[in-house]
């Protein structure tokens, strides 16, 4: 969505885009079990969840009656509440709003504004969808490879690996160790930008309380040990580096 608003943007080869349809996790959600005993997670719904379900009963079953389809409708809305379904669709408005917005920033053909949006916010086939750089360029966006740039970005991206530990596996085990609670910082993502001389960095952050804490298993009587977490903070909080 950041990169829908700039002029041009840089890609290496490895570079990577997303579509920019949402899934959203609102207190009607589905639940399933969570990482904990006992514990449930809101299951995220998707738009296109949603419509490929429809468009499975219209298109692959070939059910085009105006009564099947309603019964359908009301087994999707059986299954998952018809808030959770309407809150996710009025994300998606919203990010094609804000996605319209940003490319008619650069672009003032409406046309082309329109089919870019459609394309990232409907009609990939997943919200995991991965796109490179030469689709990228076929899609419509303005894509600029440079090999000068590329290696730079690559050292770059190396340092906000270690930075914001990318490829170290999350586990509260693991960061609370010994102890039996501890307050930890997760920097989870980092926009930077020079002010003349100032680096600005605006950095997004989870403070999470952890704690040891025992709990009987249904099924047996024995206490086994469980981590639970509560989120102190979470938000974006500013750094100044005036070197």
């Known amino acids: 969505m950041i990169s829908l608003g700039a002029d041009e943007i840089v890609m290496g080869k490895n570079g990577l885009l997303s579509p920019i349809d949402p899934s959203v996790a609102s207190p009607f959600n589905p639940t399933a079990p969570g990482p904990q005993p006992g514990q449930l997670s809101l299951v995220p719904v998707s738009v296109e969840d949603m419509i490929g379900f429809l468009d499975l009963a219209r298109k692959e079953l070939n059910i085009k009656d105006e009564s099947s389809l309603v019964q359908i409708l009301k087994i999707l809305s059986d299954k998952v509440h018809p808030?959770?379904?309407?809150?996710?669709?009025?994300?998606?408005?919203?990010?094609?709003?804000?996605?319209?917005?940003?490319l008619s920033i650069h672009t003032h053909d409406e046309t082309k504004v329109n089919?870019?949006?459609?394309?990232?916010?409907?009609?990939?086939?997943?919200?995991?969808?991965?796109?490179?750089?030469?689709?990228?360029?076929?899609?419509?966006?303005?894509?600029?490879?440079?090999?000068?740039?590329?290696?730079?970005?690559?050292?770059?991206?190396?340092?906000?690996?270690?930075?914001?530990?990318i490829t170290s596996p999350v586990s509260p085990d693991f960061d609370l160790g010994a102890d039996d609670k501890k307050i930890i910082r997760y920097e989870r993502a980092a926009i930077e930008s020079l002010d003349n001389s100032?680096?600005?960095?605006?950095?997004?952050?989870?403070?999470?309380?952890?704690?040891?804490?025992?709990?009987?298993?249904?099924?047996?009587?024995?206490?086994?040990?469980?981590?639970?977490?509560?989120?102190?903070?979470?938000?974006?909080?500013?750094?100044?580096?005036?070197?």
Request: glycine share 4%; charged share 25%; proline share 3%.
């Open 198 to 243: 100032i680096l600005l960095q605006h950095i997004f952050v989870t403070d999470k309380y952890l704690f040891k804490t025992k709990t009987t298993h249904p099924n047996s009587q024995e206490p086994i040990d469980q981590i639970l977490e509560h989120i102190i903070y979470q938000g974006w909080i500013v750094k100044r580096d005036m070197r």
């Open 115 to 165: 089919q870019i949006v459609k394309l990232l916010t409907q009609e990939l086939p997943t919200h995991n969808y991965l796109i490179g750089r030469s689709e990228a360029q076929g899609i419509g966006l303005n894509i600029i490879p440079d090999n000068n740039i590329e290696t730079l970005m690559w050292s770059l991206y190396k340092e906000y690996e270690d930075w914001l530990k």
């Open 83 to 102: 808030l959770a379904l309407g809150a996710v669709y009025r994300a998606r408005e919203q990010n094609s709003t804000l996605a319209k917005r940003l």
